[in-house]
């Protein structure tokens, strides 16, 4: 046994918790590490580097050693963005996490709120007064530039397009903090030849064998802070005496961020716009049958659709069709052999709807029944959004000069793809993906 090996393995543990209780206490206060903990946290990971290269030396000094395979590049090209003042890293690897499940108010830390309710922010925005609270845009300087929504108002409106939207409350978001974001990938490919997850080998090996190493790869998923662009309108009676004025632009910015992003997610092209569900590269679709009807779903449509999700998926898939799907869907039974009942294939439970055990979302922002993709079985989980925390405002009275309406613009700045590059082959069956589709039926 190599004591000097299991020693530097056990101080290694032990700088990674201390590293990682840190940060787990910095994410439960929703704050910056403090100064006393960020040079701890930097003492730890220059201790990490060494021992990792002693670790490192050990495992090539062993008896019948294999040759370690060179680790991923991480820390700068894999992660790909600068990181800012207080950004921690754990072992020289960029720690960026992503979460799923937890709204943008528990995402995004937060400073101390200035105070500022919403209905002082549109008041003072409309009036052009001077409000201790406005902050500009660093590429303006007030209306030309537009104002950042204070935090404690970005929170709720982002909070509000989450709760409204079916991609965000299921799929992995990574909070953004520059322009660019590079995070890791699923480098798909087949696991025949004993080849998994990008590149990986497995082999059994007798007492003095040796295994050939490869090199594996990871993908890097690049998220860009694309803006989308919200438009209202208000009277300028309205916009001057702040009648109303902030439930009515509230209204209006969360409502329509909610639905606008949602759309973008479910059917973005990727060009200047976040790539959509419907165009992810790894997307399978099963074929439907040739005998059935035009603008019809059929009972093997959705059996063929639930084998070609991957089994690491199930747990965590849900469909989503179009409210249009419905009709079809409420008429499709299975009849048993022995009593001749039939067994309805969409079935109500706990106040939600649940179809083949797995739960059914409806939305008009999927393609109408009989088009390619009326309904699909994903894992939303796998399906990776980039997000800023910052909202910004701005206001036009020139846009609709004539008729005394006052424009408003909000920005929100964010970004979707999927974490796959590709469909997987499994080493027996058919390819299989985390999202799965039906084929056109007209």
């Given at each position: 046994m190599n004591l000097r090996l299991a020693k530097l393995e056990e101080r290694k543990r032990k700088l990674v918790r201390h590293s990682t209780k840190l940060l787990d206490a910095a994410d439960d206060a929703r704050r910056e590490l403090t100064a006393n903990e960020q040079q701890l946290f930097n003492n730890n990971q220059a201790e990490l580097k060494e021992i990792n290269k002693k670790i490192e030396a050990e495992h090539l000094a062993a008896p019948n050693a294999i040759n370690p395979v060179a680790e991923p590049a991480?820390?700068?090209?894999?992660?790909?963005?600068?990181?800012?003042?207080?950004?921690?890293?754990?072992?020289?690897?960029?720690?960026?996490?992503?979460?799923?499940?937890?709204?943008p108010s528990e995402i995004f830390a937060t400073s101390s709120g200035n105070g500022m309710s919403s209905n002082e922010f549109f008041s003072a925005l409309a009036s052009g007064t001077f409000h201790p609270g406005l902050h500009t845009l660093n590429e303006g300087s007030g209306p030309s530039g537009g104002y950042i929504v204070p935090q404690e108002l970005s929170r709720r409106y982002l909070d509000a397009a989450y709760e409204d939207s079916i991609v965000l409350p299921r799929c992995t978001i990574y909070p953004m903090t520059s322009e660019t974001l590079k995070v890791p990938g699923f480098d798909a490919g087949t696991s025949a030849d004993r080849e998994l997850y990008g590149g990986m080998t497995w082999v059994w090996l007798s007492e003095e064998g040796t295994g050939t190493v490869s090199n594996p790869t990871f993908r890097k998923v690049e998220l860009h802070a694309r803006k989308l662009a919200l438009f209202a309108t208000a009277s300028n009676e309205v916009s001057e005496d702040g009648i109303g004025l902030a439930a009515q632009l509230e209204n209006a910015m969360s409502k329509g961020a909610s639905w606008a992003l949602d759309y973008s997610l479910i059917n973005g092209t990727g060009s200047g716009e976040p790539l959509g569900l419907l165009n992810s590269p790894s997307i399978v679709r099963v074929t439907a049958d040739p005998v059935q009807d035009a603008d019809t779903i059929i009972y093997e449509n959705l059996v063929a659709m639930l084998a070609r999700l991957t089994p690491r998926s199930f747990n965590n898939s849900?469909?989503?069709?179009?409210?249009?799907?419905?009709?079809?869907?409420?008429?499709?039974?299975?009849?048993?052999?022995?009593?001749?009942?039939?067994?309805?294939?969409?079935?109500?439970?706990?106040?939600?709807?649940?179809?083949?055990?797995?739960?059914?979302?409806?939305?008009?922002?999927?393609?109408?029944?009989?088009?390619?993709?009326?309904?699909?079985?994903?894992?939303?989980?796998?399906?990776?959004?980039?997000?800023?925390?910052?909202?910004?405002?701005?206001?036009?009275?020139?846009?609709?000069?004539?008729?005394?309406?006052?424009?408003?613009r909000g920005i929100l700045r964010a970004d979707g793809q999927d974490s796959w590059n590709a469909c997987f082959t499994p080493i027996n069956g058919d390819t299989q993906s985390w999202i799965v589709g039906l084929t056109e039926r007209a």
């Open positions: 991480w820390n700068d090209d894999f992660m790909g963005q600068t990181q800012p003042s207080g950004d921690t890293t754990l072992g020289g690897k960029p720690l960026i996490r992503g979460t799923v499940g937890k709204k849900v469909w989503v069709a179009n409210p249009s799907t419905i009709p079809q869907l409420m008429c499709l039974y299975v009849p048993t052999v022995l009593s001749g009942a039939v067994v309805p294939v969409l079935k109500e439970t706990t106040g939600g709807w649940q179809l083949l055990t797995r739960p059914i979302l409806f939305s008009e922002k999927m393609p109408v029944l009989g088009d390619q993709d009326d309904i699909i079985l994903a894992d939303l989980s796998q399906y990776i959004v980039g997000m800023r925390r910052e909202l910004t405002i701005e206001k036009s009275a020139h846009v609709n000069f004539m008729t005394d309406v006052m424009t408003w």
